[in-house]
């Protein structure tokens, strides 16, 4: 059980200077930098023949990669296409994927939790989306109860009250708006428009379906922006009330993407008033009882997040936190990535090369990782830091059947640093998490990554804050 008083956030803008470089978001431990191509799918099948023997349940991510305008931000795996057929080819290929896969896994393993993620999940039409559910729900073991968690990244810009009705009658009982800023100026700089009203009128069908949790994405950082402008665009998202928000900071690497040369440099706010923007932004959801879950996530006190997070059972995945930890992730479509057991998938990048494999009915998988036992150990390290914000040494010691501090010696004595410097406090039970460190999760929990270092990763990862 967790003991932290979630809502203590110290907004220490000296150390976040000093601490909030470049770092990974640790949405899985090893990253998957560290995925190679010697991981084969022969490896995979081998490893969910094992995952059989085990009575976890099966968690599915459905990537859809399609969108209809580019939003020049963006620095997702995408496809920016009004060209219907190739959706129509890629759905047949990934059909193919859903029956390969699900004859892999005992039909006795439920699905309790599903994702759709994109891309734009919402790209697909109701014939498609409807068929495409049908189909997951044919080749696997859906559970159907009230404990199911599945949810679809929506873009407030192609659905209609219609149409969210058809994904509660779809099974989905969650959703995840791309607001990113409610202000037309911000809008137009990054090409995506989207008013207030349509948003507001998607919130509220969304509470006549019962869907039980809505979240909501939002950029600070993005052009124009300023701390008065942001904190509308705050006040109109907390008017609407979602039951999660997630806060992400806009890392302007237009060298890496395209998109991003469209917007203009001299219109993206200083780093000062980016801070500045972050601070309100973190003091403004305090006020409004919204709980601090960690890094860029945030959650009303009776949302299933906040559970998860006082009763053990909160992760880090590929969607950021996540509930359902003891599930097997089964990865369907291009680039998505699965963990099974103790093993990384991932399926290639490339929309051809995913389609001409299943085409030749290979899995369309191109890389993984094994971990070892030392990846494990450092995994649950992270975990517990960035999900519980303190580890205790005398439960990892009886769950891992290790001496934390002398297996760790090393790396305590990095975190020293960071202890004289108010982030975390270490004493013979514990490493806590400070109220000031709380914001700078990523680099405490750089100190346990034995990756860092080996190679050059600068522009590999984003800014922490
Ligand atoms: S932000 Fe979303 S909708 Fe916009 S281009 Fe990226 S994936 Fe597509």
Redesign the pocket.
């Known amino acids: 059980m967790n003991t932290f008083d979630p809502n203590a956030v110290c907004f220490d803008q000296d150390l976040i200077k000093r601490y909030g470089g470049r770092g990974p978001r640790y949405t899985s431990y090893p990253t998957a930098l560290q995925f190679h191509a010697k991981f084969t799918a022969n490896d995979y099948r081998r490893h969910v023949a094992l995952s059989n023997k085990t009575v976890r349940p099966l968690s599915l991510y459905v990537h859809i990669p399609f ?1 209809q ?3 020049y ?2 620095a ?1 795996n ?1 496809i ?1 296409t009004r060209n219907r057929e190739r959706v129509k080819t890629y759905l047949r290929h990934l059909d193919q994927e859903i029956d390969m896969q699900a004859a892999l896994f005992d039909p006795d393993r439920k699905v309790e939790q599903l994702h759709f993620g ?3 999940p919402t790209y697909l039409d109701e014939v498609q989306l409807r068929a495409l559910m049908a189909h997951l729900r044919e080749a696997f073991n859906f559970d159907e109860s009230g404990s199911r968690e599945f949810s679809i990244e929506v ?1 407030p810009r192609t659905v209609d009250s219609d149409m969210m009705t058809v994904l509660a009658e779809l099974g989905f009982n969650r959703l995840s708006l ?1 607001i990113q800023d409610f202000d037309p100026e911000v809008q137009r700089a990054v090409n ?1 428009i989207q008013s207030t009203e349509e948003v507001g009128a998607l919130m509220r069908n969304a509470r006549e379906n019962r869907f039980k949790s809505v979240s909501f994405d939002l950029i600070y950082g993005l052009p124009h922006q300023t701390v008065d402008s942001f904190d509308v665009t705050l006040n109109k998202a907390l008017e609407m009330r979602p039951d999660r928000l997630a806060i992400y900071n806009y890392a302007h690497l237009p060298e890496r993407f395209k998109g991003q040369r469209m917007i203009n440099d001299a219109d993206i706010p200083s780093p000062e008033t980016k801070l500045e923007i972050l601070h309100h932004t973190i003091d403004k959801l305090g006020e409004s009882e919204y709980v601090y879950i960690g890094m860029d996530h945030f959650a009303l006190p009776d949302d299933d997040l906040v559970h998860a997070q006082r009763c053990g059972t909160l992760q880090r995945n590929f969607q950021g936190y996540s509930t359902h930890r003891e599930c097997d992730l089964v990865a369907l479509g291009v680039s998505a990535i699965g963990k099974i057991g103790n093993i990384y998938a991932q399926n290639t990048t490339s929309t051809i090369e995913y389609e001409a494999l299943l085409e030749a009915g290979k899995l369309p998988i191109s890389r993984g990782i094994e971990v070892d036992a030392d990846d494990l150990l450092r995994a649950d390290v992270i975990s517990q830091l960035m999900c519980y914000d303190q580890l205790v040494f005398e439960r990892f010691n009886a769950v891992h059947g290790i001496d934390f501090l002398q297996y760790f010696g090393e790396e305590i004595n990095s975190l020293r640093v960071l202890a004289n410097d108010g982030l975390v406090s270490i004493d013979s039970e514990r490493i806590s998490i400070t109220p000031r460190g709380r914001l700078l999760l990523r680099s405490i929990a750089m100190a346990f990554d034995r990756y860092l270092g080996r190679e050059s990763t600068d522009g590999r990862f984003s800014k922490a804050i």
């Open positions: 969108c305008s580019l939003c931000y963006c997702c995408k920016v994109g891309g734009t873009d791309g995506r």
